[in-house]
């Protein structure tokens, strides 16, 4: 018997998404690339004596910052985040499926929740106009937004984490970072 055509959909756009946070992950690992560059450049320039890379830092900074939050969701869906499962391994299989979903909820609600206060921080500094003053000048609410729009990619990502464990077998998650 073939699957409804809804949840045949729903599949594909599973699918999809796990390509979107796939592309993420690899903007994340060139952006890493960069800070790498920079850092190296940096010190080779001043070990060469011809001065430094004044900016190298902040740069260093912005894109271990956004690496952090292009990354997040992929980590999540690979389950390669680190993830302290002794008491769940420990328990009964059906509850500890139970506490999964728990989890999933209150990481949903905390995503979205911290989505909107980023949003609102975002949309604040853009209305008074407030800039980043370092070696670049620019405003604040770039360094803001991203937060908020991964935030909302980590809260619809805790969603499809919720399905997956609703849909699985009633048990605790094999996840790839376990200390148990």
């Given at each position: 018997m073939s699957e409804p055509p809804a949840l045949i959909w729903i599949d594909r756009l599973d699918a999809a998404w796990a390509r979107l946070l796939t592309a993420l992950a690899f903007v994340a690992c060139g952006l890493v690339a960069l800070m790498v560059a920079v850092i190296c450049a940096d010190v080779l320039v001043r070990n060469l004596r011809l001065g430094n890379l004044p900016w190298a830092t902040e740069v260093a900074e912005y894109t271990l910052y956004l690496s952090?939050?292009?990354?997040?969701?992929w980590l999540l869906r690979q389950g390669a985040h680190v993830r302290m499962d002794i008491l769940l391994k420990a328990m009964p299989p059906k509850m500890a499926w139970t506490l999964e979903l728990v989890a999933d909820t209150i990481?949903?609600?905390?995503?979205?929740?911290?989505?909107?206060?980023?949003?609102?921080?975002?949309?604040?500094?853009?209305?008074?106009?407030?800039?980043?003053?370092?070696?670049?000048?620019?405003?604040?609410?770039?360094?803001?937004?991203?937060?908020?729009?991964?935030?909302?990619?980590?809260?619809?990502?805790?969603?499809?984490?919720?399905?997956?464990?609703?849909?699985?077998?009633?048990?605790?998650?094999?996840?790839?970072?376990?200390?148990a």
């Open positions: 952090t939050f292009l990354a997040a969701p990481a949903i609600l905390t995503c979205a929740a911290l989505m909107l206060a980023s949003a609102n921080a975002a949309l604040a500094s853009a209305k008074q106009g407030s800039l980043i003053f370092k070696i670049f000048v620019f405003p604040e609410w770039w360094l803001i937004a991203p937060a908020s729009v991964m935030f909302g990619v980590l809260t619809l990502e805790f969603v499809w984490r919720l399905r997956r464990q609703w849909k699985g077998p009633p048990a605790v998650r094999e996840e790839a970072t376990s200390v």
